[in-house]
């Protein structure tokens, strides 16, 4: 544990569904409870084993309080007073806000990191060494984002605008950029002046809490408010009257653009390989690691096939024959089977959304 | 019912599992128990409706052991005494024969019709018209075998070459040869002179079994000695000793092709519309009747799609989801699924074989 570590906090909002990853990841059971990797633990697991070497124990969880059983059952280690239960969805903003507040509460001057519960990290050491340098830039008052490299123009991230060096690796960012579309995105690729961003953020909880007052004051006070009471007998009272009030924003428009603009965030580049997992053809290509015509198996499935490509992803134990099938994407739950190709994977989230307007709500 | 009907009466030898039609298909529930044209009724009871108008109820089905409660269920109007049961399976021409024997001792002189069970015809009239005229032919001491006029260049069918006119309609048969290869199928559909073998064979039973008689004297004793125990307390003695004992022979070798040498078989052509339903290709094509880019749904399940073609088939209710794929098979069962597309629906054969081989016995 690096000398910066004594004073910082790792949280992961374990949030969202990851629809494109249906009929796989539902509400009851979102992409970050499902072992998308064949490493043998889920996203969950894996992002807490990623963060020890670097918070020890100090990590905190913040999700849905219908997914209280499965983050115990996951992470035995995971403190039940690090364990934050959200009774409803209020986006990133209250999220990681209520987190910062109530660790700084508890140890003033804390700096916390917050990490999506559902990406994929392939080297550890590379990201301990972003996560140490992104302590070290954090502490001189800055709002700190690991910028990944892009490998393609893609149109599925937002883009981190860089800006002048400050450290060893470090610059600041200019601006934050939503989804673009494919020709800026190519640009962007080959100016090499920007990042995915990967929504990592490393800060001073006071720092996010002190943008998030002058952003947005009603939240802000909402969560100081929720906080104050949380080491408490009145929390759940709290709780229940202020929540569902939050105003429901990204922690990237609340904090992060308002503090690029102010100079405020840096971004350390990550050497680190890092994958979404968005949807079933990104996983089928980081399960394949680049080489073509393989078939991957995630899950429980017995499979049997001459030549055919793609992934099988399986919780039943079925038998599942492929006979000549390129690039095929077949997931097989209980209740709905999914058979695409990897070409249409992005559009699950469509076909979902179709079945909530169709009434299939059990399915979802 | 013609005039010819009093004599007559229909068999159903009702075998074969139909392994292209895996993992629907089993060996405890054979294609014939299943329904695969979306009818609402399974192919064994199509075919018995089919002969019902013809026959009465004077039908016997010759079926495994293990099927018998399965086709009780499917045949409520079945008599018991017309239900033959075979201990182990011994090909075509000891479950004719027998069959043949039996109604021959029964009622003396009978004709009888061998009708697959898993066969679909679609235009009744013209079919009772082809079998009236073939019990008419069959009067003459021929046996008489419906002809399938070829739509295409099948390698997937026997063919029958016909010979000189004998009737309004029937002709001479003058050979029957097994499945050519694609060239020599092209030859017999532009030659006219070729039709598919059906395998529908319609004659008195003493002449099937006076054939029989000197083709395969021992397997002819055998089922004489059975058929004559077989309204007799001793019917499951004997069976026990010889069936198994019974020479496994297709009829068209034990019996048709000899009579064919002979001058004996006579062929009607059928101006109906046949499938044989051999694999997943062959219903989608009957479902979709020629349109092309249809989705073809069998049984329980849920479908959601966009623009996908092809066939599902499932008998588990999961709602069963497909995105952009072109003429794609989905067989989903209780405990396999199948993913295919149309061209490659021949090899579920060798899937299954694989299978087979592997030790998966269970599934098969």
Redesign the interface.
């Given at each position: 544990m690096s000398s910066n570590s004594a004073n910082f906090y790792a949280v992961i909002p374990a949030g969202g569904i990851g629809s494109r990853l249906w009929?796989l990841s539902r509400a009851a059971a979102p992409k970050f409870l499902h072992d998308l990797t064949g490493s043998g633990q889920t996203l969950l697991q894996d992002t807490w084993d990623r963060l020890l070497p670097i918070a020890g124990e100090k990590i905190m969880v913040v999700t849905g309080d219908i997914h209280a059983e499965a983050v115990r059952d996951q992470l035995p280690h995971l403190q039940n007073s690090n364990l934050v239960l959200e009774p409803s969805p209020r986006d990133s903003t209250a999220a990681i806000a209520l987190a910062a507040a109530i660790l700084n509460k508890r140890q003033p001057g804390v700096i916390i990191g917050s990490f999506a519960a559902d990406h994929v990290v392939l080297d550890q050491k590379k990201f301990e060494e972003a996560v140490a340098e992104a302590i070290e830039v954090a502490q001189g008052d800055r709002i700190v984002t690991i910028g990944i490299k892009p490998t393609e123009p893609s149109v599925a991230f937002g883009y981190i605008r860089k800006g002048e060096r400050i450290s060893t690796s470090a610059c600041t960012v200019l601006e934050f950029i939503e989804k673009p579309d494919i020709q800026t995105a190519r640009k962007y690729v080959e100016s090499e002046e920007y990042f995915w961003n990967a929504g990592m953020f490393i800060a001073k909880a006071e720092l996010i809490l002190e943008i998030l007052k002058a952003t947005q004051p009603t939240l802000y006070k909402g969560v100081i408010e929720i906080a104050e009471s949380w080491d408490s007998d009145s929390r759940k009272n709290v709780m229940d009257r202020i929540w569902p009030t939050l105003t429901k924003i990204a922690i990237d428009y609340s904090v992060a653009e308002p503090a690029a603009q102010q100079g405020k965030v840096a971004v350390v580049p990550a050497q680190f390989e890092w994958h979404d997992v968005g949807d079933f053809a990104a996983i089928s290509e980081l399960q394949a690691q680049g080489q073509r015509g393989q078939l991957s198996v995630l899950g429980s499935a017995r499979v049997?096939t001459?030549s055919s490509s793609g992934i099988i992803v399986s919780d039943t134990g079925?038998?599942?024959?492929?006979?000549?099938?390129e690039d095929?994407i077949?997931v097989?739950t209980?209740?709905?089977?999914?058979?695409?190709?990897k070409?249409?994977a992005q559009?699950?989230k469509s076909?979902v959304e179709?079945?909530r307007q169709?009434g299939?709500s059990e399915?979802l």
């Open positions: 009929p049997l001459d079925r038998l599942v024959a492929l006979i000549g099938l095929v077949v097989d209980a209740d709905a089977l999914l058979v695409t190709s070409q249409h559009k699950v076909l179709s079945l169709s299939h399915l």
